[in-house]
């Protein structure tokens, strides 16, 4: 088998009828681990930078950390924004990287960054409208508190907004493979937004508006970096860049982006509603159930940057043409992600109290958060694989049936996670629901594996005159 360079991966070319496919696990799993690691540190980054806003407004002053939290909810949306965007635009280019016909890209990426960022100008001057009369009644806080809110959030609306066009330029290095230099770019973008967090409330002593004032300063020089790396990598490809809007975004964004941002904001509205389920037992319970979340959303980020590297090995596959290929690189994800997450489990399963009591010294929060791990980290080996599924189905074409998928997760858990702690009035119910329905994930992910079989098998039958566009 005759191997060809692209993007300075070493992707082996299109299986031949009845060739033995077993042999192409092992590059395979490098390849989906070469183009994974790096996103995962993307996502650690980011993590970062969520923490360090918690920990330079923490620094300051306690109504500057409350003006903070009270932000957390609305970051979800704006994430939910962001994702969608970036996320069409990351699939169009991997298709676009594995047909070789990057000549589209420029006009696909502007016109996914106009559109979001109309979004988030549109957000910010509703903000800056009627957020002095809508604000303070929404979040029940205090007119002093209010006036100095709105402003906040105004800032951090039309900021938000000035972070598009690099976040669109680095998913486009993330769908042409180039995740190491994507992430590279990223971790600047946090050194030098850490870097003048730390300037303006330590060095000028500002406040909460330090974020949105950090926030534009590394956006653009994120934004120039990028643009620089990107007309770098597509020279060959890209001599011109032709910039206008290309309708191909908008549909890709209808069945790609709108789904993405709806599992993001489902996943908000669903942790909304464990706090309102768990707080009848007491404060401790709900912040014992915090930290263990908190550390949960720590173990997923793997099974989603797994998700994420393997959906664009598979869109770069069916743009070339190749969908054997593609199945396998499915079917080697799938088992990749859950040979770590038996590991993953068995450990955190393992670990007893070390994990909490890192987060909270409180005895008592330390042993509420126990009863969750105890519950349900048995059940991450599923857990991870399911999510890894889901992102894929997001990211290759199917992100209504994701979004689907996840809604009846999500209601499953609280309609019966309401009834049982209620019935029974014991949180530890409301745990063990959670892991049933991990396990309940086993179904769904047996189905997908049988599903994406066919689904590929289907289009391989097709004529070759069609396989470049599937």
């Not at 991966?9 to 299109?14: A, D």
């Not at 599992?263 to 401790?284: C, K, M, Q």
């Not at 088992?335 to 393992?350: E, P, Q």
Request: proline content about 5%; glycine content about 8%; charged content about 10%.
């Amino acid at each position: 088998m005759r191997c060809v360079k692209s993007f300075k991966f070493v992707i082996p070319e299109e299986i031949a009828e009845g060739e033995e496919a077993s042999p192409l696990f092992v590059p395979f799993a490098r390849l989906i681990l070469l183009v994974s690691t790096p996103l995962l540190l993307s996502s650690v980054v980011n993590v970062l930078i969520q923490f360090s806003n918690t920990y330079f407004m923490g620094h300051a002053t306690p109504e500057a950390l409350y003006l903070v939290a009270l932000y957390i909810p609305i970051s979800f949306l704006m994430l939910a924004i962001v994702e969608g965007i970036c996320v069409t635009n990351q699939v169009i280019v991997a298709k676009k990287t594995g047909q070789g016909s990057l000549f589209e890209m420029p006009a696909i990426s502007f016109s996914l960054t106009v559109t979001g960022m109309g979004i988030l100008g549109a957000l910010a001057l509703s903000s800056y409208a009627y957020g002095a009369k809508v604000i303070p009644h929404l979040f029940a806080i205090s007119p002093a508190l209010g006036s100095r809110f709105v402003p906040f959030l105004t800032a951090m609306f039309a900021t938000s907004m000035l972070t598009i066009p690099g976040m669109i330029l680095d998913s486009t290095l993330r769908g042409m493979g180039r995740t190491g230099l994507a992430f590279g770019l990223l971790l600047g973008y946090a050194a030098v937004y850490m870097g003048l967090l730390f300037h303006f409330t330590n060095g000028l002593g500002m406040q909460e508006l330090a974020i949105p004032y950090a926030t534009v300063s590394a956006s653009l020089a994120f934004f120039l970096a990028t643009l620089i790396a990107v007309r770098v990598v597509t020279a060959k490809e890209i001599p011109v860049w032709k910039l206008f809007f290309h309708p191909e975004a908008f549909i890709v964004l209808r069945y790609v982006g709108i789904p993405v941002a709806l599992s993001h904001l489902l996943i908000f509205v669903s942790t909304f509603f464990y706090n309102r389920i768990l707080a009848p037992f007491g404060e401790d319970v709900v912040s014992g159930f915090g930290v263990a979340f908190r550390i949960q959303t720590l173990i997923i980020l793997p099974a989603l940057t797994f998700g994420e590297g393997i959906s664009i090995l598979m869109n770069q596959k069916m743009g070339a043409g190749r969908p054997k290929e593609a199945y396998l690189l499915f079917r080697t994800g799938v088992i990749l992600c859950f040979s770590l997450y038996a590991f993953l489990s068995l450990a955190i399963s393992l670990a007893g109290e070390a994990l909490p009591a890192l987060l909270t010294p409180n005895a008592v929060v330390i042993r509420e958060a126990v009863e969750y791990i105890r519950a349900v980290a048995p059940t991450y080996c599923w857990m991870g694989v399911l999510l890894t599924v889901l992102l894929i189905l997001e990211q290759t074409d199917n992100g209504f049936r994701a979004f689907a998928l996840n809604l009846v997760y999500f209601v499953a858990i609280i309609g019966i996670g309401y009834w049982v702690t209620r019935e029974w009035r014991d949180p530890r119910y409301f745990f063990q629901t959670i892991a049933y329905g991990n396990l309940m994930g086993l179904s769904v992910i047996a189905w997908e594996w049988r599903r994406q079989k066919q689904k590929f098998e289907g289009i391989a039958r097709a004529p070759r005159a069609g396989l470049a566009t599937a």
